[in-house]
């Protein structure tokens, strides 16, 4: 007899098929093998004893603070542990419990619903002179020449814009922005390279996005996150897809000293505004796209954090972008010039689509082919 320790099962249910475990058991194991973690904030205190010992009486377990049997405050952030068996479990006993705990149960819900989606590579194609990586900036034909080749790299999404979203850019007019990008979108558009993969206007200006969804685009990136109504109103009437991009500031006063109470939270709720706006205004909440936007008024701590924890925004029900490619983030961990990041832009990526991540956003799109197939793989 031999024993050896297994490291991370992705696929739990095929595991337990190719040990040919019984079809009804397969779904009731797979369950008692996946442990979830949840950190629940400003949790009142009654409610904090009573979920402690629903959770202990069926093996689950919530980590609480010393002072929380002896209710010394109103309120505790907590650690509920459990196995995703154990989850189903509570989402339905803390239904009927008082404090607050329903809105606990309903939340456990959504968590446990969560859709996953294949990953998709999305390249970047900066048509300005001003981006901060000098390798993304094409213009013209030159810009033609390099969509194609993101194609034949295997890119499943181009990603287009005219202005550049660096800290401090300069503030360009939608005039400006038309006259870069046109040359562009007519080519795409002739040449039918719609049909050989999707379209991104990386714009908030409805005169650019317009024109760019006539010549074939599927899809609107839109850094100031739906806060223009317009933006919402051109995807849904060219049945686009809108990204939902979190920026604390502008671009040019994001990295003015950006603080959060909690980042996880505020980022949340930013969503939860945005997705019940463009809902509002008819668009289908599968047609939402949501970017935490690392390096958009956030400190190194900030961008980690929201890495980190992912796989929180999935419960949303909408697929979730990862855009870190050669930033600034890696500069502060590693000292390295924008040109030298691929190693680092590389691991921030592959960490966060194993936390939840669908979409990358990329510079170097045959490089991130070949890490997310070995990921896959492993």
Do not use: W
């Amino acid at each position: 007899m031999q024993i050896y320790q297994l490291g991370n099962i992705k696929d739990k249910k095929q595991f337990l098929k190719n040990l040919n475990v019984h079809g009804g058991g397969v779904s009731i194991m797979a369950k008692k093998m996946e442990l979830l973690y949840f950190f629940i904030k400003d949790l009142k205190t009654p409610a904090a004893n009573i979920l402690k010992q629903d959770a202990l009486s069926i093996g689950a377990e919530l980590a609480t603070p010393s002072g929380v049997i002896t209710c010394e405050k109103e309120f505790y952030d907590c650690l509920l542990v459990g196995t995703r068996k154990h989850m189903e479990i509570l989402s339905k006993k803390e239904l009927v419990q008082p404090f607050g705990l329903k809105k606990v149960a309903q939340e456990l819900q959504k968590f446990l619903k969560i859709k996953e989606y294949s990953t998709q590579i999305m390249g970047i194609i900066n048509a300005n002179d001003d981006s901060f990586f000098s390798g993304s900036r094409f213009q013209a034909d030159d810009a033609i020449v390099q969509i194609k080749k993101m194609i034949k790299d295997g890119a499943n999404i181009v990603d287009i814009g005219a202005v550049s979203s660096r800290p401090n850019a300069d503030v360009v007019s939608a005039d400006e922005e038309l006259k870069r990008i046109k040359p562009i979108c007519d080519v795409i558009k002739s040449e039918k390279l719609y049909d050989e993969v999707s379209f991104s206007v990386d714009s908030y200006t409805p005169l650019v996005i317009e024109y760019a969804l006539k010549s074939g685009f599927n899809l609107v990136n839109d850094i100031t996150g739906a806060s223009n109504d317009e933006v919402v109103k051109l995807a849904i009437e060219y049945k686009a897809k809108l990204c939902i991009m979190h920026m604390q500031g502008t671009p040019q006063t994001m990295q003015n000293n950006p603080e959060y109470s909690d980042v996880m939270v505020e980022v949340s709720q930013f969503f939860e505004e945005r997705i019940l706006k463009c809902e509002a205004l008819g668009m289908k909440r599968e047609d939402i796209i949501l970017d935490v936007g690392i390096g958009f008024g956030k400190t190194l701590e900030h961008n980690l954090t929201l890495i980190k924890n992912m796989r929180h925004f999935k419960k949303f029900g909408c697929e979730v972008l990862v855009g870190a490619s050669r930033k600034s983030m890696i500069d502060k961990i590693v000292p390295t010039p924008t040109e030298e990041r691929l190693a680092g832009t590389l691991t921030i990526h592959i960490k966060a689509v194993e936390n939840g991540a669908s979409i990358v956003r990329c510079h170097d799109v045959k490089e991130h082919l070949q890490a997310l197939a070995v990921l896959e793989v492993l």
